[in-house]
């Protein structure tokens, strides 16, 4: 199993950024897939959850309402589309997907939110 992640980036605030994350080597489309985010100095939170067909999704509060995860299970593909960007958004973005027998995470991808 691999997932590698795309999109980040640096962007200023109510700036807008798209990851993308594909995954590998397992049916995709029979997994649940989400993501998660870290900032430094503080511990990995989750930051969105889509179910394997893309009916149910969850979002922490803190992006309700600007993210946005959808996944393209034809591409292999999970993706994280994040408006009005705040500085708080700023950390390492990171794909993830519970497999039979363990988790399984991308190598990350960074978020820089600067003015």
């Known amino acids: 199993v691999q997932l590698v992640e795309s999109g980040g980036g640096l962007v200023q605030p109510g700036g807008s950024l798209r990851l993308s994350c594909v995954g590998f080597?397992?049916?995709?489309?029979?997994?649940?897939m989400s993501w998660y985010r870290q900032a430094l100095g503080k511990e990995r939170e989750l930051v969105a959850s889509?179910?394997?067909?893309?009916?149910?999704?969850d979002y922490a509060d803190s992006v309700k309402g600007r993210f946005t995860i959808s996944r393209d299970n034809a591409k292999k593909t999970v993706y994280l589309q994040m408006n009005s960007l705040k500085l708080e958004d700023t950390a390492v973005y990171y794909c993830?997907?519970?497999?039979?027998?363990?988790?399984?995470w991308g190598q990350g991808t960074q978020v820089t939110v600067s003015s």
């Open positions: 080597r397992f049916t995709f489309s029979a997994y649940a």
């Open positions: 889509i179910s394997n067909t893309g009916g149910i999704r």
């Open positions: 993830y997907m519970r497999g039979a027998l363990q988790d399984y």
